[in-house]
T-cell receptor
């Protein structure tokens, strides 16, 4: 059982380039999330999708877009990468999007923007 | 707005010593709290949650509503406990759905 799968694991971009981070889960979860992890800042929510067909902004959405392609897949796009977006990105999913959230995380994507 | 505060970025203890990782929260409703852990080169995973009142790997955490705290404790630290620990709170967002808000994390280092 793969759980939450993210690709790629590592990526180096030049300022202004675009890319899409892919995330898929095989647990039939309704809700999916994108977080970024920065030293001293912890995990901050970028965007989330409470259910298929819906997306909402989190704490730090600027510079990002998302697509909930279907129930399994939730992608994060950087249209014009900036050095401030250098971070480790985590995708996560949860069963119901209800009050008590146990999140299952992917292994992360380490992104460097030069 | 909901907020989670972990006052210590780094905590170093000797093997066999007691461990307490502090977590304080701010939330207007009834909180649901969690501790997540990230071991070196592994993905973030749930350690324990408030509603389960469980002990995982010897760790426990008690919700103190009066002090708005959810400190993580273990009586005797082991080297394998070295990891990054995040406290998290599940609360209702402005958009009307529940979100998990994380603290900034505490890196626990257990010295042999």
């Amino acid at each position: 059982n793969a759980g939450v799968t993210q690709t790629p694991k590592f990526q180096v971009l030049k300022t202004g380039q675009s890319m899409t981070l892919q995330c898929a889960q095989d647990m039939n979860h309704n809700s999916m999330y994108w977080y970024r992890q920065d030293p001293g800042m912890g995990l901050r929510l970028i965007y989330y999708s409470a259910s298929e067909g819906t997306t909402d902004k989190g704490e730090v959405p600027n510079g990002y877009n998302v697509s909930r392609l279907n129930k399994r897949e939730f992608s994060l796009r950087l249209e014009s990468a900036a050095p401030s977006q250098t971070s480790v990105y985590f995708c996560a999913s949860s069963k119901t999007g209800g009050e008590v959230e146990k999140l299952f995380f992917g292994s992360g994507t380490q992104l460097s923007v030069l | 707005a909901q907020r989670v505060t972990q006052p210590e970025k780094l905590l170093s203890v000797f093997k066999g010593a007691p461990v307490e990782l502090k977590c304080n929260y701010s939330y207007s409703g009834s909180p649901e709290l969690f501790w997540y852990v990230q071991y070196s080169r592994q993905r973030l995973q749930l350690l324990l949650r408030h509603i389960s009142r469980e002990s995982i790997k010897g760790f426990t955490a008690d919700l103190n509503k009066g002090e708005t705290s959810f400190h993580l404790k273990k009586p005797f630290a082991q080297e394998e406990d070295s990891a990054m620990y995040y406290c998290a709170l599940s609360g209702l967002s402005g958009a009307g759905s529940y979100q998990l808000t994380f603290g900034k994390g505490t890196k626990l280092s257990v010295i042999p």
